[in-house]
């Protein structure tokens, strides 16, 4: 071992302070066209051929995309508070038992809004038919939607079916008018729809006019009357929210108009309809519920929309080529966009910008990839778009994110993903997630967000997503499944009229408001500085002589070798100058992997929280993050090293660290007293890596390797003393 003598660590005691995936054209081989199958019902659609050009299979099957969307959401490091608001009483669907798993919920409320009066109270539906108003975070029963309709009412078979959604008229405060939609078993009533699918309808989902005789009451008294009746051939993707454009102004010509999210009926995978103008499903319709030409009489068709002029099609279609388009909402900021949380079929969870006229592809597209609906290799459903593809006009998602199935998946079963869109937030109260639009996963319960202004219409990249944490009133670091008490979460997301966010779960029947933001590992590290020490004398390697110390480096000169005792780090040293222990502590330093690029598994570690040669924390940078050694953060507890990072997800960890030659800036936070540990490098904002882990305590820090060479400099520790160590 060499050393500097003329080189000494510097020691300054500190007061402490008071506690994106590219799109890009896929090129693949041409397609022909598929002719639409006729039914009675579907005779216009031959009509609407020469205005809706449908891809059909590929002439010859292109090599299938089997990991669509290979990059996965990135650590934010920024965490929702979050408290409850409100508990709903345990409710079961009025028509039946319930056979489904999925639906066997507390109580499956389904959204939360404000009322457009001024009283603070907020309206939550209950998919099992009773409508909740909400007062200082105590629910009460406004109105009995299922048993209004019993006992045609349908809420015990399949998603989405119940009481479905609520909405209020702008000027509610005035003419007491409210919005829902439920429904009902075609084989329990004797009403017609007013458009179905061509197979026959299994369901129908209801838009019904209230209005209440006195809109400041508590309970609903008044009249109602049906503005909207269509029939669905399958038990899913029905009618999956309405509402109105809370940007739009009196006089703007949006205001009072009703938008509707019309699902497949489950039936797009196999036919056309999606693309078909001649029917409402897999659309987004907009109405006037106030107006009288549309064929039933019962609402108005208003002349702005894009396809009032186009012969044989459905006037009150505002977008089309939707399978599930659960749920909407408009940027207050900016140019009041639309945004849609779009739920995929067999890969792809999206998020597109919706304009008047859009079609989104499905079923000839899902996301911005071919969906093959004739592959007989379901493995084999998404294939590259053909080089043509801008001759059909599709608008592909702006932000999204794929299923990211097990190794072992057979390209049929649920995997258990599902978009749940969300709000851009416009809050000043939470101004680390001013202009992000903030959504999730609605099985799994998983927080994301993007920029707005990353997600750009026609771009040849999707929006960069970002995890979300979640701390509770105690700032514990907690998960969606924590506070819902369930792996299933479902997930919901609410707003308030001054944009304030609430996340909602059927599987406890909770609300929780969003209290503000935290950052991740942001504790106190002030107290002792440690500079200046790459003299030789300041660390303590495994193997000295595999150790130089020239001066303004530490350099790991010959690759170490594993060694007896429990699978760690083969070769690091440990920084003796400074404290015998830190506790709180932030590590500052440059690194660099001298073991050629060419070797794709190659190394360095960060070591801290080191006890002794067993009992260590270290965070593993590498040019590898597919296997369970590399690219993550570890703890070595008298045992073999336990991976603990959030970003693995048991195939792939977060982005490889190093993957050249040059050097690197690396920070790593450790907080004992919350467990938080932070990896960043090269002077992101955000971490690379995360995790909570309160194994240890406190250690000393140090630098190395398994089995390659490295060195670091400019090393700077700042943090307060732990506790003295036992040797």
């Not at 066209?33 to 205005?51: F, G, K, Q």
């Not at 309808?201 to 309970?219: F, K, L, Q, R």
């Not at 597109?352 to 969906?371: I, K, P, T």
Request: hydrophobic share 35%; glycine share 12%; proline share 7%.
């Amino acid at each position: 071992m060499t050393g500097s003598p003329g080189i000494r660590p510097r020691i300054e005691h500190r007061p402490r302070i008071g506690h994106r995936l590219r799109i890009g054209r896929r090129t693949g081989l041409g397609h022909r066209p598929r002719p639409i199958v006729l039914t009675p019902l579907l005779v216009l659609a031959l009509l609407l051929s020469v205005l809706v050009a449908l891809p059909g299979a590929t002439a010859h099957a292109a090599e299938p995309i089997t990991d669509p969307i290979p990059e996965r959401p990135a650590a934010s490091g920024i965490g929702l508070t979050v408290e409850e608001y409100a508990a709903f009483p345990k409710s079961v669907p009025p028509d039946g038992p319930v056979s489904d798993p999925r639906l066997m919920r507390h109580a499956r409320i389904n959204f939360l809004s404000e009322l457009p009066d001024g009283s603070d109270r907020m309206a939550v539906p209950d998919l099992n038919g009773k409508l909740y108003l909400v007062e200082d975070g105590t629910p009460h029963v406004y109105l009995d939607v299922a048993g209004t309709f019993s006992p045609a009412f349908f809420g015990s078979q399949g998603l989405g079916m119940g009481l479905g959604f609520v909405t209020f008229d702008p000027r509610f405060k005035k003419n007491g008018r409210f919005y829902t939609v439920h429904t009902e078993l075609a084989s329990a009533t004797t009403a017609v729809p007013d458009m179905r699918q061509a197979a026959t309808s299994v369901y129908h989902g209801i838009v019904t006019e209230w209005t209440a005789d006195d809109p400041s009451a508590d309970t609903f008294k008044g009249t109602r009357r049906e503005v909207l009746r269509i029939g669905f051939a399958g038990r899913v993707h029905g009618i999956q929210q309405i509402d109105f454009n809370p940007t739009a102004r009196p006089h703007d010509k949006d205001y009072g108009l009703l938008y509707l999210a019309v699902g497949d009926g489950g039936q797009g995978a196999r036919n056309t309809e999606p693309q078909s103008l001649a029917l409402p499903h897999g659309k987004i319709l907009r109405i006037d519920p106030r107006g009288t030409d549309s064929a039933n009489g019962k609402y108005g068709i208003p002349a702005a929309n894009p396809f009032t002029g186009t012969p044989g099609a459905l006037g009150e279609i505002y977008a089309y080529g939707m399978r599930d388009p659960h749920r909407f909402s408009w940027d207050p900021g900016g140019r009041h966009r639309m945004y849609l949380g779009h739920i995929g079929e067999h890969a792809i969870e999206a998020v597109y910008e919706v304009r008047a006229g859009d079609n989104l592809g499905w079923s000839e597209r899902e996301g911005a990839f071919v969906f093959d609906k004739a592959a007989t290799d379901p493995c084999a459903k998404l294939q590259p778009l053909p080089a043509d593809d801008e001759k059909y006009g599709y608008t592909y998602p702006v932000a999204a994110y794929d299923h990211d199935p097990p190794a072992n998946w057979d390209c049929t079963s649920d995997v258990g993903r599902a978009i749940v869109g969300g709000f851009v937030l416009r809050d000043r109260a939470l101004p680390e997630l001013y202009g992000k639009y903030v959504f999730g996963d609605l099985v799994d319960g998983r927080l994301l967000y993007a920029d707005a202004l990353d997600m750009r219409r026609g771009g040849t990249e999707l929006a960069q997503l970002y995890d979300l944490m979640l701390y509770d009133v105690s700032g514990t670091r907690v998960t969606m499944r924590d506070l819902a008490g369930d792996s299933r979460v479902d997930l919901r997301f609410g707003q308030d009229a001054d944009g304030g966010l609430y996340l909602l779960s059927k599987a406890n029947g909770k609300i929780w408001k969003v209290t503000g933001t935290r950052k991740f590992a942001s504790c106190d590290t002030d107290g002792t500085r440690v500079t200046d020490v790459m003299a030789g004398r300041n660390w303590a390697p495994v193997t000295p002589s595999k150790w130089r110390f020239p001066g303004r480096e530490a350099i790991l000169a010959e690759a170490g070798v594993a060694r007896p005792g429990p699978r760690r780090p083969f070769e690091y040293a440990v920084l003796t100058a400074g404290p015998p222990a830190f506790g709180s502590v932030r590590i500052d330093a440059r690194v660099r992997l001298d073991t050629p690029v060419e070797i794709t598994n190659r190394d360095v570690i960060i070591v801290f929280g080191h006890q002794s040669d067993t009992k260590f924390y270290y965070a593993h940078l590498s040019t590898d993050n597919t296997i369970y050694p590399h690219n993550g953060i570890f703890v070595v507890n008298d045992a073999d090293r336990l991976r603990i990072e959030d970003q693995w997800n048991g195939t792939t960890g977060a982005p490889p660290a190093i993957t050249d030659a040059a050097w690197h800036k690396v920070r790593v936070v450790h907080c004992p007293g919350t467990g938080e540990i932070a990896v960043y490098l090269d002077g992101a904002k955000r971490p690379l890596m995360t995790t909570v882990d309160t194994t240890l305590s406190s250690g000393r820090v140090g630098f190395g390797s398994f089995d390659n060479t490295g060195r670091m400099r400019d090393v700077k520790v700042t943090g307060a003393g732990g506790a003295s160590l036992t040797r």
